[in-house]
């Protein structure tokens, strides 16, 4: 989400008087061999306000695991801030430049006290547009998306392993990634955009950074006000059973922090959602019949308790997602029990229950505009739309195959113009939610197969027209076909896998438009480039 007091950074780093070919950025903002000091600093520009930043390509926010072993930050330095505030931090991406450097002191870096091996990668310098002009581009889903890169080896090393999401950080910097085999996987932006020239064949992307989870992740997300350029905001949360809740540095892969609940039996018990409040002063968690919000500036047992079932009344259910309104002050929750609540974000007061889904609710999103939401569940065929002003029944519904109980994304561009959704049979569907069709409700104006596999995650970048696609699913063993009678068939086994088809990886779709130079002063920190033309997957 995006908040007057820090604008998401985007990747892009040039002005339109720069910019390169199609589908590429600058060079000024290529990657850089080794790390570089947090604390050595440039001297700022001359003008009034120091040059934006934009993340490094290939050491993004997150450090690569082999980085050399340094003392850890203080949990204290970003936690007792409430991970921090916006500062800035202007590292340079040239290191021959860092002799030339002079070190700021920490009270005017305002960011935590890394050790040597916690140097943070580089951005590149922002200039400003001329004639205060910023370039961002726009989704266009005229035609089918072109391939752009993707991960697949990465998930093919364990058997039976599948992708469940992907999250484009807040600041567009790098894409989160949840997965079968418990462990969260940061992949920064592919070097290819930060080349200049034309480039027909794209290397496989590979993780910067891997993070262990004990068991199951039941959820995870980013931090509502992280930027690849302050690392005290850089962090992940995720939840998994029977784990408490682990805050994740995002530049070195660290634990920094545990949030832990525990029942009416002093149990420690896991939080099905997770989502911070907008302002990133709480964690919303998800539990059985009850929403627990910590202090993010408090780690630890202490907490608020705020039950959504009381005296048979109430929203019954494991609280499964939980979403924030951009300009209403309340949130909305989904639970398994295939209801809808509305609360008050200061004292957690019910404001109305929802019911209309057929199945348990798994995913939530709000629009921009803050007064539609929509939500989808398991096991049904519908996404519904919802509208605070007349919350009594859904404005409309989308149809999208989901015949699993595995949560199926979906998601809006930051316009609230085009809805994105996946699908068990593998089909993702593009929405122009704007214009009303037939009935009132929009209708489909894309639709294309990107594999053969479920795709259960689907994600739009926030300034650049990139999509993130993330598939698989559990499979189980099918019974093998019995000869002839006659016939004796020897060591066959009675279930077989030999005719599923799996297609476990990560997949970024170019959806390139034109170019829109009308952004104001405001949002210059949401400006990108490049793109190409042509279409992949297959078009349905």
């Not at 590292?91 to 002799?99: F, H, K, N, V």
């Amino acid at each position: 989400m995006k908040t007057p007091e820090e604008p998401p950074l985007a990747p892009d780093c040039l002005s339109s008087d720069q910019a390169p070919a199609p589908a590429r950025l600058s060079s000024q903002a290529s990657s850089m061999d080794k790390n570089t000091d947090p604390e050595l600093m440039p001297p700022p520009s001359d003008g009034d306000d120091p040059p934006l930043m934009s993340p490094d390509p290939v050491s993004g926010p997150a450090v690569s695991q082999e980085l050399e072993e340094g003392d850890p930050a203080p949990l204290s330095t970003p936690l007792e801030t409430g991970f921090g505030t916006p500062s800035k931090l202007n590292p340079r991406t040239e290191e021959q430049e860092l002799s030339e450097n002079r070190s700021l002191p920490a009270e005017e870096t305002n960011g935590p006290e890394l050790g040597s091996g916690e140097a943070m990668e580089c951005v590149s310098e922002e200039p400003a547009a001329e004639n205060g002009e910023y370039i961002t581009w726009n989704y266009s889903f005229s035609q089918p998306p072109q391939f752009f890169s993707g991960s697949w080896s990465e998930f093919r090393t364990q058997p039976e392993n599948f992708l469940k999401g992907c999250k484009w950080a807040p600041d567009g910097s790098c894409i989160l990634t949840n997965s079968a085999d418990n462990i969260l996987r940061i992949y920064n932006l592919p070097s290819e955009l930060y080349n200049e020239g034309e480039q027909l064949e794209y290397a496989e992307m590979a993780p910067v950074l891997r993070m262990v989870e004990g068991d199951t992740i039941y959820d995870y997300c980013w931090y509502s006000l992280m930027s690849s350029a302050q690392p005290d905001t850089s962090y992940v949360a995720s939840s998994s059973r029977e784990n408490p809740i682990h805050i994740w540095d995002a530049f070195t892969g660290e634990l920094r922090a545990s949030f832990r609940a525990y029942n009416h039996l002093d149990e420690l018990t896991a939080a099905h959602s997770l989502c911070f409040s907008l302002d990133g002063s709480q964690l919303f968690c998800g539990f059985n019949r009850t929403v627990r919000v910590f202090s993010t500036a408090r780690p630890g047992r202490d907490c608020e308790v705020r039950a959504t079932f009381a005296k048979k009344q109430g929203q019954s259910g494991i609280i499964s997602c939980i979403a924030f309104s951009p300009a209403q002050p309340l949130y909305a929750c989904g639970s398994y029990s295939r209801s809808l609540g509305l609360y008050a974000w200061d004292d957690g007061s019910p404001l109305a229950l929802l019911g209309g889904h057929q199945g348990g609710i798994t995913h939530l999103r709000f629009h921009p505009d803050g007064n539609r939401f929509f939500s989808g569940a398991r096991k049904e065929n519908e996404l519904l739309c919802w509208d605070l002003r007349q919350p009594g029944h859904p404005l409309w519904s989308l149809s999208r195959e989901v015949t699993t109980n595995q949560r199926i994304y979906f998601d809006l561009d930051p316009t609230g113009q085009f809805l994105v959704s996946g699908s068990t049979s593998g089909a993702v569907s593009v929405w122009d939610i704007s214009v009303a069709g037939h009935e009132g409700k929009p209708e489909p104006v894309l639709s294309f197969l990107p594999q053969k596999d479920c795709t259960n995650g689907v994600s739009l970048h926030p300034s650049l027209p990139l999509l993130a696609t993330a598939s698989g699913q559990r499979v189980f063993p099918e019974p093998t076909e019995s000869g002839d009678e006659g016939e004796q068939e020897v060591d066959i086994p009675l279930l077989s896998m030999r005719h599923i088809h799996l297609e476990c990886q990560l997949q970024l779709w170019w959806c390139g438009g034109s170019p829109d130079t009308s952004i104001p002063d405001g949002h210059q920190g949401e400006k990108g480039q490049g793109g190409t033309e042509g279409g992949g997957g297959e078009f349905i």
